[in-house]
């Protein structure tokens, strides 16, 4: 390459996923303590590793661990003193630079860290205490400053050398007097504004590209450093990364994935190889494409909020497939193919995935190709639902499956008056012929919910989104106490009930609703249960970690909080996680967990729906999906 200064081959010691390790968080006061994580899914040796700042050479440290485990934190404390207006370089045991983070006075007090998404996201000065050895998201502020918002979105090393922002903020940004340097440590940084194209301001939503003055090549980096000197975002590829793009996927968020072709000053296609010696591994969204059929028409998402502090990252791995064909669901009634709600495997078979569509279907799933497609012994095209009767469209949010091998499906209210809310919960059984299918049983709880009655279709789809089955069996072995009669809960009490209780999510107000399902029709009301959050999109009950799974979309920035008995004996909040970064961040209305038979190598199955099939919008390969798949610990 002609002009171009390549980075420094890395050395034959330099261990496979190296660029997988970035420091997360570091601070300049009192111990000068340093925190990697690794964003890749498989462990890295750090034996023989070396730090330096702006006054030291590279120098050797004591980290808490020799190797940094998949999606796993190693904390040390510099070998020399860290200070304002400072940085920290980490190279491999054969000299080849990691990563680097510069900070300006204060800026690193009480700590800089990366904030959004652990190893990902942008680098913050954190307003809480330290989070050293654990998950960055407490520590963060509850919104990103506007220039955090501004991503390297993509690098291209093919001879044009070539770097792509990305503002994802809703104000413009100023970076005229911005920095970026390459991991050569004897090149100086660079002005964006003199780089050609001159840039000197990127729009909200906007990108701005620019060729890099420094040459970039094979195992090599991209810093880039706000006007104050501190980092904002960086990247790091290893050999086969970056030519000819290595690309943020998600679009502006997640980690880097090599891709097949370059889409400077566009959204990233996340359609490439997802391989080798791409840059930040870890998640990759790959599989699907192909183009919208019929009256297909994703909807895009709405009411984003930011995730609450004191979540917890994504315990599984991060690598997420896309799991159903393009436009797999649209109905007579639902032509535009959204709306796919709850999701519940079979505990029986659990081979077999049940999806509700709000406009009154049910779909029951098989693997093919690794994909959930409709059985076609069942139905290949899903079964209508009616309510009681045979009358109305339930608007079917959540479904469950109970110890009788039942579906049990919840409505907010009949799409045919659907500014009148009906909270119900409707029993099918799924052996029953035909292409329709009515309840054996429904329970009718919407009086209990006047706030929903206001003539307002908004308010009246605002009920029941989702509904788990919980057998008596846990409730007692755990202690709950039942609050009708005070004392530990006693099945016999309930002779009607069958052998567990169900427990409804109300989208309201995240708030979940126990109930005992009567033979006779009626149900007997164990009070509500609050998970802590603003919503609520979906329930299940987890034997594999003993828990409610209580989900809200991207309302409370894409959660699951798990519920346990606590010691008073009533069921609280436990642990809640995000999902993995590289998911979309849409209404995400279903979420399943496979049993733990189904457990290969510490890992099962995890299930998405969106809502709205809008993935990461026009153009990207999940756009017109609503399956997700990826995987949660045993």
Not at 101 to 123: H, L
Request: aromatic share 8%; net charge negative; charged share 15%.
């Amino acid at each position: 390459m002609t002009g171009v200064v390549a980075a420094q081959p890395a050395a034959a010691a330099d261990p496979a996923g190296y660029q997988n390790i970035r420091i997360n968080e570091v601070t300049s006061s009192n111990s000068d303590t340093v925190e990697l994580y690794n964003t890749g899914s498989s462990a890295v040796s750090i034996s023989g590793w070396k730090v330096s700042d702006d006054s030291f050479s590279p120098q050797s440290f004591s980290p808490s661990a020799g190797t940094v485990p998949a999606h796993g934190f190693v904390t040390f404390d510099s070998p020399k003193g860290l200070g304002d207006s400072d940085k920290l370089v980490l190279y491999t045991s054969g000299g080849t630079v990691v990563d680097r983070v510069d900070w300006a006075t204060g800026k690193a007090k009480p700590a800089m860290a990366r904030c959004g998404g652990d190893g990902t996201g942008a680098w913050v000065t954190t307003t809480a205490a330290t989070t050293f050895g654990a998950a960055n998201a407490p520590g963060c502020p509850a919104s990103l400053p506007a220039a955090s918002q501004v991503r390297i979105n993509e690098v291209t090393s093919d001879g044009a050398d070539t770097v792509e922002l990305y503002n994802g903020g809703s104000s413009a940004v100023s970076i005229g007097s911005w920095k970026y340097v390459d991991n050569d440590t004897s090149h100086s940084p660079a002005s964006v504004s003199s780089s050609s194209p001159s840039t000197t301001s990127i729009p909200a939503g906007g990108y701005a590209t620019f060729a890099s003055a420094l040459g970039l090549g094979d195992n090599d980096s991209v810093f880039l450093i706000d006007s104050n000197g501190t980092t904002v975002d960086s990247v790091t590829w290893a050999a086969g990364g970056a030519r000819p793009s290595d690309e943020r996927c998600a679009n502006g968020s997640g980690t880097f994935r090599t891709s097949a072709s370059a889409t400077l000053g566009g959204a990233n296609s996340c359609s490439g190889s997802g391989g080798g010696g791409g840059g930040t591994g870890g998640g990759q969204l790959l599989g699907g494409g192909g183009s919208l059929t019929g009256g297909c028409s994703p909807e895009a998402p709405t009411g984003t909020a930011s995730t609450p502090a004191g979540t917890s990252a994504w315990p599984g791995g991060l690598d997420v497939t896309i799991a159903d064909n393009v436009c797999a669901f649209t109905t007579s009634t639902g032509p535009e193919g959204r709306d796919v709600s709850g999701l519940a495997f079979d505990p029986a078979n659990p081979s077999v995935l049940w999806a509700a569509k709000n406009k009154n279907w049910l779909f029951k799933l098989v693997k093919s190709n690794g994909k959930w497609v409709p059985d076609a012994s069942w139905s290949a095209t899903g079964k209508q639902i009616r309510f009681l009767g045979g009358s109305g469209e339930p608007d079917s949010e959540g479904l469950t499956v109970g110890a009788n091998g039942h579906l049990y499906v919840t409505s907010e209210r009949d799409n045919t008056k659907n500014t009148v809310p009906k909270d119900t919960i409707m029993e099918f059984d799924p052996a029953a012929t035909g292409s329709t299918l009515t309840p054996v049983h429904q329970w009718d709880m919407t009086s209990q919910f006047p706030q929903l009655d206001t003539g307002s279709k908004d308010d009246a789809n605002l009920g029941f989104e989702g509904v788990a089955y919980v057998p008596d069996s846990w409730l007692t072995a755990n202690g709950w106490t039942d609050p009708l009669t005070g004392a530990a809960y006693n099945p016999a009490n309930y002779p009607l009930h069958g052998s567990g209780l169900f427990f409804a999510g109300l989208e309201w107000d995240g708030t979940l609703h126990a109930y005992g399902l009567n033979s006779d029709g009626t149900f007997t009301t164990f009070g509500t249960i609050s998970t802590g959050k603003a919503s609520v999109v979906d329930v299940t009950f987890d034997a594999g970690t003993q828990r409610i799974v209580a989900t809200c979309d991207n309302a409370c920035g894409e959660t699951h909080t798990f519920l346990k008995v606590g010691a008073a004996g009533a069921i609280v909040p436990d642990v809640t996680y995000t999902n993995p970064a590289v998911m979309p961040v849409d209404n995400l209305e279903g979420f399943a967990l496979a049993p733990t038979s189904t457990c290969v190598n510490g890992s099962r199955e995890a299930v998405w729906s969106d809502d709205g099939i809008y993935g990461f919008g026009s153009g990207s390969s999940s756009y017109g999906h609503a399956l997700y798949s990826g995987t949660f610990p045993c």
